[in-house]
């Protein structure tokens, strides 16, 4: 090194040589660059240091960005979502609820956790007809979940990318007070169950003023319409928006503007299971429940592991909460054991741009054959909508 850089700087320079982590040499290349003096003879060594130190810079962002990633990765809590997902989750007591023994009925895994304090979730693949469900086992929420007790936080924000929540309530004890404390810690974390998101749209405009406008016939019966929109107006001006154009499409209350206004709120479809049916009293319970309950609940299933009392065709009670179709491909009169999963209402069309981009874009027409008092086989055109069970095979020019 030149001698034109001074003892300190070259000291330095020492030290940025041997050091062994990019952490360290970042720190002494700073430090040799400050110490040395900035003139002709040495700008060429400045400049070659300091694109040194851009590249450190950069080294040290990307081990950061990956190590960040990887802790992301085995997370315990953040579960890779296969298929359509369940999530059992109760209230937090001792003994259990029997969330992990149902996922052993429903999956045979984990086994050796029943009975056991899980503070990780468990998981399983619950195979029916061919379809396969993951059911995750979640720790139990316990009080002031939503505020992170317990892990509470990362539990729920599993909860808000399930598909199925399954609340599962020990029918052996006050069943009120398990729904009390779930529903609760739910709803504070702006997880609605069972409900469609409100019939409302907030655009914000560059009108100065809040607008509401009443859209359908529903809309325009709610009562006392002058004093919703006065109280949509407060509320949306006290979210800080000033100018906005409001839609109403149907039966709306002043919660629904807030739960429209607040983009974390998510609506999910959830059930009840009743568990441990074996013990004393508990067909009353699961009585009370069902009729306390069954408003906000289509379905709540009563089962005992011990009894193995578990409904066989629980697949498909899945599919119909969650309105889902099962539509069967077939190829050269040979027809799939696995049915596609699709959306109530599916377009012949839907069922291409699924299969693969070029069956929608080269289609020719489709055969669809549904079965029922007579078998009925049809050819098609894309917007052809399908029915549970229905086959299809696929035309390509
Ligand atoms: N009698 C009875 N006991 C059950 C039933 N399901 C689970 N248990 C018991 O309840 C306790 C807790 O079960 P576990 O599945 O670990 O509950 P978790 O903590 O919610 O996962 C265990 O001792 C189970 O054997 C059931 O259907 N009937
Ligand atoms: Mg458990």
């Given at each position: 090194m030149s001698s034109n850089i001074g003892p300190e700087a070259q000291a330095a320079y020492q030290k940025y040589l041997d050091a062994s982590t990019i952490d360290e040499k970042i720190k002494r290349l700073e430090e040799f660059l400050s110490l040395v003096p900035k003139h002709k003879a040495t700008e060429n060594i400045v400049a070659l240091n300091k694109s040194r130190l851009a590249k450190l810079r950069k080294q040290q962002e990307e081990r950061r960005v990956r190590s960040k990633s990887i802790s992301k990765l085995i997370s315990p809590f953040s579960i890779k979502k296969e298929g359509i997902q369940l999530i059992l989750i109760s209230d937090y007591?001792?003994?259990?609820?029997g969330k992990t023994s149902l996922l052993n009925h429903l999956t045979?895994?984990?086994?050796?956790?029943?009975g056991k304090f899980t503070a990780i979730p468990e998981i399983g693949i619950y195979e029916y007809n061919k379809i396969r469900f993951q059911i995750v086992d979640m720790p139990s929420l316990m009080e002031g979940a939503s505020i992170g007790v317990g892990n509470g936080k990362e539990i729920l924000s599993q909860l808000r990318s399930c598909d199925l929540i399954c609340i599962c309530v020990d029918?052996?004890?006050d069943y009120e007070k398990q729904m009390d404390l779930i529903l609760n810690e739910l709803s504070s974390a702006s997880i609605r169950l069972n409900?469609?998101?409100?019939p409302i749209t907030i655009d914000k405009t560059g009108s100065n003023k809040i607008q509401v406008f009443y859209l359908t016939r529903e809309a325009k019966k709610i009562a006392n319409i002058d004093e919703l929109t006065e109280n949509i107006k407060k509320v949306i001006f006290e979210n800080g928006i000033r100018n906005a154009v409001v839609k109403l499409f149907g039966k709306v209350r002043i919660n629904d503007v807030v739960d429209a206004l607040d983009p974390s709120v998510v609506y999910k479809k959830a059930i009840i299971f009743g568990t441990k049916?074996?013990?004393?009293?508990t067909e009353d319970h699961f009585d009370d429940l069902k009729e306390q309950y069954s408003n906000e609940f289509k379905i709540i299933i009563g089962t005992s592991v011990k009894k193995k009392e578990?409904?066989?065709d629980f697949g498909d009670l899945i599919l119909e909460i969650l309105e889902k179709i099962k539509i069967y491909t077939m190829h050269a009169s040979e027809i799939a054991e696995k049915p596609l999963i699709m959306n109530k209402g599916s377009l012949v069309k839907d069922v291409a741009l699924k299969i693969h981009r070029s069956f929608y874009d080269l289609f020719d027409y489709a055969i669809v054959i549904r079965k029922g008092v007579k078998q009925k086989k049809k050819r098609v055109g894309l917007d052809y909508p399908l029915k549970d069970n229905d086959i299809i095979e696929i035309h390509i020019i």
């Amino acid at each position: 090194m030149s001698s034109n850089i001074g003892p300190e700087a070259q000291a330095a320079y020492q030290k940025y040589l041997d050091a062994s982590t990019i952490d360290e040499k970042i720190k002494r290349l700073e430090e040799f660059l400050s110490l040395v003096p900035k003139h002709k003879a040495t700008e060429n060594i400045v400049a070659l240091n300091k694109s040194r130190l851009a590249k450190l810079r950069k080294q040290q962002e990307e081990r950061r960005v990956r190590s960040k990633s990887i802790s992301k990765l085995i997370s315990p809590f953040s579960i890779k979502k296969e298929g359509i997902q369940l999530i059992l989750i109760s209230d937090y007591y001792v003994p259990g609820v029997g969330k992990t023994s149902l996922l052993n009925h429903l999956t045979h895994a984990a086994k050796e956790k029943i009975g056991k304090f899980t503070a990780i979730p468990e998981i399983g693949i619950y195979e029916y007809n061919k379809i396969r469900f993951q059911i995750v086992d979640m720790p139990s929420l316990m009080e002031g979940a939503s505020i992170g007790v317990g892990n509470g936080k990362e539990i729920l924000s599993q909860l808000r990318s399930c598909d199925l929540i399954c609340i599962c309530v020990d029918l052996s004890r006050d069943y009120e007070k398990q729904m009390d404390l779930i529903l609760n810690e739910l709803s504070s974390a702006s997880i609605r169950l069972n409900v469609d998101p409100p019939p409302i749209t907030i655009d914000k405009t560059g009108s100065n003023k809040i607008q509401v406008f009443y859209l359908t016939r529903e809309a325009k019966k709610i009562a006392n319409i002058d004093e919703l929109t006065e109280n949509i107006k407060k509320v949306i001006f006290e979210n800080g928006i000033r100018n906005a154009v409001v839609k109403l499409f149907g039966k709306v209350r002043i919660n629904d503007v807030v739960d429209a206004l607040d983009p974390s709120v998510v609506y999910k479809k959830a059930i009840i299971f009743g568990t441990k049916g074996d013990l004393p009293d508990t067909e009353d319970h699961f009585d009370d429940l069902k009729e306390q309950y069954s408003n906000e609940f289509k379905i709540i299933i009563g089962t005992s592991v011990k009894k193995k009392e578990f409904p066989d065709d629980f697949g498909d009670l899945i599919l119909e909460i969650l309105e889902k179709i099962k539509i069967y491909t077939m190829h050269a009169s040979e027809i799939a054991e696995k049915p596609l999963i699709m959306n109530k209402g599916s377009l012949v069309k839907d069922v291409a741009l699924k299969i693969h981009r070029s069956f929608y874009d080269l289609f020719d027409y489709a055969i669809v054959i549904r079965k029922g008092v007579k078998q009925k086989k049809k050819r098609v055109g894309l917007d052809y909508p399908l029915k549970d069970n229905d086959i299809i095979e696929i035309h390509i020019i």
